[in-house]
């Protein structure tokens, strides 16, 4: 296994309903921020994931 394999890394969720990447809600100096799905085709837009 590489390195990149045995790595903690922390990546935002993956909306359920779309697939696509979660943004953060909040600004970037939370530390510990919640996701919004940012899809607007999306049925869970705006919804925390």
Known sequence: MSDWDDADVDRAP????CGVTALP???AN?????FVCENPD???Y???V
């Open 14 to 17: 993956i909306c359920p309903f």
């Open 30 to 34: 939370v530390l510990e921020p919640s």
């Open 42 to 44: 999306c049925d869970a």
């Open 46 to 48: 705006g919804d925390q």
């Open 25 to 27: 809600a909040e600004t």
